[in-house]
């Protein structure tokens, strides 16, 4: 019942930034913990971030933290992630992800999500 659209990838230069939006469907989007994973080729998926129903709460990946920056906007249904001084291992299709169960929890394994968007590429030049 949940459908979660990313927009925002694209080509930027080493050391550049990048804001990603995800656009969810539903009228209960704030009960969603919602997160951002990637995957770059040959590599399993990887988690990134990961955000609170009311945005109170954020957990990174050590490989972001200070870089990258999740929040959401309730009333617009939509999570960002902010990328800056982005660096060529950032280039991956990255995905945005929602749990809407009542115990949903900050997790960084992909299978604790239950819904999933179609993937926004972000390609970054060295």
């Known amino acids: 019942q949940v459908q979660l659209v990313e927009s925002g990838g694209g080509l930027v230069q080493a050391g550049r930034s990048l804001r990603l939006s995800c656009a969810a469907s539903g009228r209960t989007f704030s009960n969603y913990v919602m997160a951002w994973f990637r995957q770059a080729p040959g590599k399993e998926r990887e988690f990134v971030a990961a955000i609170s129903q009311s945005g109170g709460r954020t957990t990174y990946a050590d490989s972001v933290k200070g870089r990258f920056t999740i929040s959401r906007d309730n009333a617009k249904n939509t999570v960002y992630l902010q990328m800056n001084s982005l660096k060529p291992e950032d280039m991956a299709l990255y995905y945005c992800?929602?749990?809407?169960?009542?115990?949903?929890?900050?997790?960084?394994?992909?299978?604790?999500?239950?819904?999933w968007g179609q993937g926004t590429q972000v390609t970054v030049s060295s």
């Open positions: 992800a929602a749990d809407s169960s009542l115990f949903a929890r900050l997790s960084q394994r992909p299978s604790s999500w239950d819904y």
